[in-house]
């Protein structure tokens, strides 16, 4: 007589498993509700049906940026817009930036600049340099990047300006870091930015906004002004973008625009180090953010954390590997699915193929990154 081989021999599922699966399953409906909720409603927007056009004043700050501004003013400047004007701030560059901007302003009239002598400022910060960029612009809408962000096209302007209204004073673009390669890095920046764009824009639709990207945001100067510009945090060197959203963002007074010719173009960090440096600058930033934001950043971070270390202690102390994966599988597919198609909508693809493995590296990487930025004292722009 033979003995009959059941699935639940091959797969033995014992009672202490239902602890590790009800302990498991927690964070990673924690996380699907961000997904289905939040980064799924991030859609292309559409302009009104009639606007205005509001005269424009584009602010730009640069700082060492001679060859970058070569190659892309012209890009700014060619914008299809009834009216606007071009503010490059030069803040406190050594090198060529400052005649570049005084001869190309010579045959330019769209051009002003404001240019900061290093020997003269000691202060150097960006929030100095954009709050003298926005004195010197002449009108009311301002609309704000940086000097090595390329507009994806010549109607930036008009998307962006299109969704200014009687109720609506603060615009939130998109701002995709793209790259011509595809090193592990590249792939890495790209996960984060998409990862952050798609909560920072899925919150704001949800009528939650806590921040924006400075290479690719508007407001008025009504606004600016009604909470003193950056006054509130001038101390801080970054947070122009972040903290000043959260200083004056509601869900009634701010829109988003998803549309592939308003976004800013802008490369990644050259190396690890800059990299490095760069997260630094953001995550020590977030010290600073009001207690609710924190909280919805840190449950989606600690759940997708606590997901993966669950999920591996159970492959390995559990009664089989078989159900660990299966969770693991069932809950990464519909987000990998969500995640490709945002990733597409906001040309920032390079993550996709390896969404599972960077999601899974990110979960740990962040808890190295969170904790050196904690105890970071001072950080530069």
């Known amino acids: 007589m033979t003995n009959t081989i059941t699935f639940f021999d091959l797969f033995p599922f014992q009672n202490h498993d239902w602890w590790w699966l009800t302990a498991a399953i927690t964070p990673a409906l924690i996380g699907w509700f961000y997904y289905f909720y939040y980064y799924i409603s991030v ?22 940026a001679a060859l970058i501004l070569e190659r892309n003013l012209p890009l700014w400047l060619e914008q299809d817009y009834p009216q606007f004007e071009i503010v490059v701030v030069d803040d406190c560059s050594g090198d060529e930036t400052a005649y570049l901007l005084v001869k190309t302003a010579e045959r330019e009239p769209l051009l ?28 009311e809408h301002l609309l704000l990047t940086d000097s090595d962000c390329v507009p994806s096209s010549n109607q930036w302007i008009k998307h962006m300006s299109a969704q200014f209204s009687k109720n609506t004073s603060l615009i939130l673009g998109v701002s995709p870091v793209t790259s011509n390669s595809t090193t592990f890095l590249e792939r890495i920046v790209q996960y984060e930015n998409l990862m952050t764009a798609m909560n920072y824009l899925g919150m704001s639709i ?79 930033v977030g010290k600073f953010y009001n207690s609710a934001v924190k909280f919805r950043l840190g449950l989606f971070s600690i759940s997708q954390l606590f997901f993966w270390i669950i999920s ?57 990154l969170g904790t050196s930025a904690f105890f970071k004292k001072k950080i530069i722009w």
């Open 112 to 139: 002003k600049y404001v240019l900061l002598d290093p020997l003269v400022i000691k202060n150097q910060s960006k929030k100095l340099a954009l709050s003298l960029g926005i004195k010197k612009a002449q009108y």
């Open 312 to 368: 591996l202690i159970w492959i390995f102390a559990g009664s089989s590997f078989f159900y660990p994966t299966i969770l693991i599988i069932i809950k990464l597919i519909p987000e990998w699915i969500i995640f490709a198609q945002k990733g597409k909508l906001l040309h920032m693809k390079k993550a996709n193929a390896l969404y599972p493995v960077l999601n899974l590296i990110q979960s740990f990487w962040y808890i190295i």
């Open 206 to 284: 949800k009528g939650a906004p806590y921040m924006g990207v400075g290479r690719n945001l508007a407001y008025t100067k009504t606004l600016y002004n009604s909470v003193g510009g950056f006054s509130a945090h001038h101390h801080i060197p970054a947070g122009d973008d972040d903290l000043f959203v959260q200083s004056v963002a509601t869900a009634n007074n701010t829109k988003v625009v998803i549309h592939p010719e308003a976004y800013c173009l802008t490369s990644g960090p050259q190396n690890f180090k800059h990299y490095w440096r760069q997260k630094m600058r953001h995550l020590y």
């Open 43 to 64: 859609k292309q927007t559409e302009d009104p049906l009639s606007t205005a056009f509001p005269p424009i004043s584009v602010v730009i700050c640069a700082r060492n």
